[in-house]
């Protein structure tokens, strides 16, 4: 796992585009769940995709952790008090497995032993200052009621290109993370952006 997926998607793409098969001009990226960070990231400066799709849209990671850390929490994070951040998250794993496996999970992923020392390694995954060179018509899908990522009307509202989103609704069924409920919904609707996108 890298926060600069652009050195990820740019040789993927040199590869593709040397494949006979491939119609150079309908290639399309989609990110879903962590992939709404680094589908858009790696599209920062790429000339090469016909669209994007993110579901979520995810431009600053770390910066929602923030928002949701305890004050005394983000307080000893910034202030490097590494024990008493790993103390804490360490008091609450024993308690709640759920949230112990939520954190385990992804540190596993990114290559990390503690709570300190994955926040300071998803504080690196963001791309405020680079999503101005995301130049391809790009679909924003957001989920008020996704309780592991939402908010992707943020990046929606960073990109100045040719720019669509849909906000899921509980109420038809896509309250779930990526509208886990109603995928047949999200299919219809994304892939109908994209047929306006991209022509036959």
Known sequence: MRHDFENVLSPVLDWLFEQHEVDKDKVILMGRSFGGYLAPRGACGEKRLAA???D???MDIAGVLQEKLPPEVLKMWKTNYASGV???FGGIFEKNPSMRFFFLSRMRVHGVSSVYDFLNEISRYT??????TITCPTLV???PTDTVA???NTLYEALNYKKDIIVFQASDGAGAHC?????????QM???WIDKIVKN
């Not at 509208?179 to 299919?187: P, V």
């Open 86 to 88: 790993n103390d804490f």
């Open 190 to 192: 994304v892939f109908d």
């Open 141 to 143: 899908c957001d989920n």
């Open 127 to 132: 791309f405020k200052d680079k999503v101005s």
């Open 56 to 58: 979520p849209g995810q």
């Open 150 to 152: 939402n908010r992707g």
């Open 52 to 54: 994007l799709v993110c």
């Open 179 to 187: 509208e886990a409920g109603a995928t047949g919904l999200f299919e």
